[in-house]
């Protein structure tokens, strides 16, 4: 059985007293598949040295976060644009607008969204979206784009019903984790209506632990708990669970 964890930060230094114990935990437990999203280029150095550690695991994107942008916005998008032109990445991410956090940047956010959607096409990427209290305005902006060259994962997917319909509406998987095993996760009430072959899994470890770990540091080997959830859902097994969604993510990301 291998799952794929398409949203883990594991150069977070919440890791670093057991990261590489921490891999092989997950890599036992059959997560042996990690995608790794970008933040901003302060992070660059520790995705590359995690990746040489574990050439065969770990697949990096690039990308600048939503809660990373502020006024040296266009600098970092420099660097996005300077890094995707060095080497092979398998997604521009992650991407969006958050405005939980902060509302005061939201046109840089805007900007740096259209821009990394168009950097995505131009390398021919998908793209990875952060979205957090933002969904009209992340659609607002999708709509403006879409195109066939456009498409990806709505990581962390958090919505309706209705606003699942509109993200695959713009060639987006979602990106299902610990929230799906949350009480208050509402998701779980309506994923058996949408097509299995639109889901990917993720952690986006250390954040958003599933239950029996919620409120804990979340780790990529705690994605067997989402697995067994949505084999609950969909009344298929955990192997065919982890099948499908390892097949969707190689559709998304190439490999």
């Known amino acids: 059985m291998t799952i794929t964890d398409t949203h883990t930060h594991l150069y977070s230094n919440e890791f670093d007293e057991d990261r ?3 891999i092989q935990r997950a890599i036992d437990a059959g997560v042996s598949r990690f995608f790794i999203p970008a933040i901003d280029s302060d992070y660059t150095q520790s995705m590359y040295d995690l990746e040489k550690v574990y050439p065969e695991n770990i697949f990096l994107m690039m990308g600048l976060h939503p809660t990373h942008v502020k006024d040296n916005y266009l600098e970092e998008l420099q660097h996005v644009e ?8 398998y997604a521009v991410g992650e991407i969006g607008i ?8 939201l046109p840089q956010q805007q900007d740096a969204f259209r821009k990394q959607i168009r950097l995505a096409k131009q390398h021919q ?24 060259d456009l498409f990806g994962i709505f990581h962390c997917f958090s919505g309706t019903y209705e606003q699942a319909l509109q993200a695959i509406s713009y060639n987006m ?6 929230v799906v095993t949350f009480k208050n996760g509402k998701i779980d009430q309506f994923l058996n209506q949408i097509d299995l072959k639109h889901l990917v899994l993720e ?4 954040y958003l632990a599933p239950v029996p770990f919620r409120g804990k540091r979340n780790e990529s080997s705690y994605l067997v708990n989402v697995v067994d959830k949505l084999a609950t859902i969909y009344n298929l097994s955990p192997e ?4 499908i969604t390892t097949e969707n993510s190689k559709a998304v990301f190439g490999i």
């Open 20 to 22: 590489n114990e921490m």
């Open 82 to 89: 300077e890094e995707l032109t060095k080497r092979k990445f």
């Open 98 to 105: 958050d405005l939980y956090w902060d509302k005061t940047h």
């Open 125 to 148: 990427l998908p793209i990875v979206i952060h979205c957090r209290e933002a969904f009209d305005e992340i659609f607002e902006i999708l709509e403006e784009e879409k195109s066939a």
């Open 173 to 178: 998987k979602l990106g299902i984790g610990g």
């Open 203 to 206: 952690t986006d470890s250390p």
């Open 240 to 243: 065919e669970i982890a099948n």
